[in-house]
Nanobody, 122 residues
């Protein structure tokens, strides 16, 4: 049974950085396209970034372009999200997810982590 566990969240001041990790167990990360989503308080969960199985193709939502970088280490079965120049509006619970499709549509993702809280203070 595939499990995803996120870590690395926390409280940071605006302009700061955090690096989120997502480790897969019970499965082989390299066989999945992987993505990050986030859910701000009182709002719907939204797509943040995706990386394909071989790590040569990525896509990010416009609001984080140039600030967030998605990457993966298939040998370690781990996905990352480097978040720089954080803003208060980045405050959310961040989830990693796995899919067989390279899409931003969260309905196509069938494995999800429990989420990690990121709070950015102004």
């Amino acid at each position: 049974q595939v499990q995803l566990v996120e870590s690395g969240g926390g409280l940071v001041q605006a302009g700061g950085s955090l690096r989120l990790s997502c480790t897969m167990s019970g499965g082989t990360l390299s066989t999945y396209h992987m993505a990050w989503f986030r859910q701000a308080p009182g709002k719907e969960r939204k797509f943040v970034a995706i990386i394909n199985t071989g790590a040569w193709r990525t896509m990010t939502t416009d609001s984080v372009k140039g600030r967030f970088t998605i990457s993966r280490d298939n040998a370690k079965n781990t996905l990352y999200l480097q978040m720089n120049t954080l803003k208060p509006e980045d405050t959310a619970v961040y989830y990693c997810a796995a899919s067989r499709d390279f899409v931003s549509d969260q309905t196509k993702y069938f494995e999800w982590g429990q989420g990690t809280q990121v709070t950015v203070s102004s």
